[in-house]
């Protein structure tokens, strides 16, 4: 951690209880296929990044989030206060908590089918207080008026404000506008920007200060007012890329909310990223601090002159 005052992060959005069966392959559409493993696990992205924030260390992290009353809450509220985070819940008798469905492929590749729930109670007037908080943290798992109205009221408050446009829509200009930060997976970008016929384009395309495109195991790019970062993936053998995405967000802020240059933030959310997909679940898969500290210490785990390569190469394109 640096030597400034310690921020808070405040993470507004969604939390669910994911069901995750493992198989072969992901089933086609029509196809039936025999698992050979399930398990329940607590997930959902806001409840995911907050994790992140958390563990990654650098930042007080609050999280608010709307819960059914039900016994798949019970899960997602120990896991997220196991992990140090300070909470703020909307609880809805009416709905129930958010599930997620999962199917893991021995690959590591999934297919994942949302049912919102309670997430989608979230409305404007729940936002606490933004007193002493720095950053907010956002995602589209609940409903986006609401997510417009957070980040209107936080930069009415003088506070940065990052967004992970996940899943992916088309974003009004009145949001893009109140935002400091974008995070976006490959597909996402394609939307958010129109289409565009490459990277460069797309980033370019999007009228927010910092976008950052997360592009699997090759790493990321960012595009930080004109100019360009990148950072290649490490060298992992993955498990489960459930939560990578979610773990890459929380960790990011949670270095730029503790002053970290924008470099090093990507550095760091990027391992942390990789490391979860090593392991199976969601908020099970996050590393700490010290987890991630280890990895960068690694030669061997390191991304070589090859990964620099194919991750400008897949820019270009």
Request: charged share 15%.
């Amino acid at each position: 951690m640096s030597s400034a005052a310690r921020s808070t992060v405040l993470v507004a959005g969604s939390a669910n209880l994911d069901f995750v069966v493992r198989a072969a392959h992901v089933p086609a559409p029509g196809e039936t296929v025999l698992g050979h493993g399930f398990s329940t696990f607590p997930g959902g992205k806001g409840a995911n990044q907050a994790v992140a924030c958390a563990r990654a260390g650098g930042a007080t992290t609050r999280m608010l989030l709307a819960l059914g009353e039900d016994d798949f809450a019970m899960p997602i509220e120990a896991s997220l206060r196991d992990a140090g985070v300070d909470l703020s819940i909307v609880r809805d008798p009416a709905l129930p908590t958010g599930t997620a469905f999962i199917c893991l492929a021995d690959s590591a590749e999934n297919a994942i089918t949302v049912a919102p729930g309670a997430n989608l109670a979230l409305g404007e007037e729940h936002l606490p207080a933004l007193d002493g908080v720095d950053w907010l943290l956002l995602q589209l798992e609940t409903p986006l008026p609401t997510v417009t109205a957070y980040a209107r009221r936080a930069r009415l408050a003088g506070l940065k404000v990052a967004l992970n446009a996940a899943p992916a829509q088309a974003l009004p200009d009145a949001l893009l506008a109140l935002l400091d930060v974008l995070i976006v997976n490959e597909g996402e970008l394609d939307v958010v920007a129109g289409h565009p016929p490459d990277l460069a384009t797309g980033l370019a395309r999007v009228p927010v200060p910092c976008v950052i495109v997360t592009l699997g195991a090759r790493g990321c790019l960012a595009r930080v007012n004109d100019t360009v970062l990148l950072q290649p993936g490490f060298r992992i053998d993955p498990t489960d890329t459930t939560a990578a995405g979610d773990t890459f967000c929380g960790a990011l802020v949670a270095a730029l909310a503790d002053h970290q240059p924008m470099a090093d933030a990507l550095l760091a959310a990027t391992a942390a990223s990789a490391l979860a997909c090593t392991r199976l679940g969601a908020q099970s898969s996050i590393p700490t601090r010290a987890e991630v500290l280890a990895l960068l210490a690694d030669p061997a785990r390191l991304p070589d002159a090859d990964a620099h390569a194919a991750l400008a190469a897949a820019c270009a394109r």
